[in-house]
């Protein structure tokens, strides 16, 4: 177990290294590693709904940003490599999808199937139905991979 020393002291390490890498435009991958080795500590030594209580109190960003680090500092691949890379393509080689990217390809994707809809009016509801499934499977293909 953690004290509650060292968890105020990781807290506040974090938010430093978390503000210090959303300040600087160019994200770096060192300190995103770092992040996650300290939430993956923190994690460890927890139960999940006070890790999530923990991180939501003391870290200034969601969940899903505690496990994009956690995820990244987890990698096998030497740190020298890893920081080759921009923090997006770092997390795009460990396969965490862009949500930014999923977002503008939902967007795309509605619009597509709006501008079929217009093109094709003599679509019943059924076969306009057909046509948004599939549309839906090809975000999902191209979100997996």
Known sequence: MISSSRLKEIGECIRVLHAGLLASMKLSTEKAI????????????????????????NCGFCQRSAYKYIKLSRLKVPLAELSKLKLTEAYEAVGIP??????????????????????????SAKELAAVKLFLAWLKLKQTIG
């Open 34 to 57: 770092a992040i996650g080795k300290l939430l993956d500590e923190v994690k460890r030594s927890m139960r999940l709904r006070d890790f999530h209580k923990w991180v939501a109190d």
């Open 98 to 123: 862009n949500r930014r990217d999923s977002r503008q390809t939902s967007g795309r994707l509605a619009l597509r199937f709006e501008e079929f809809r217009q093109a094709h009016p003599h679509m």
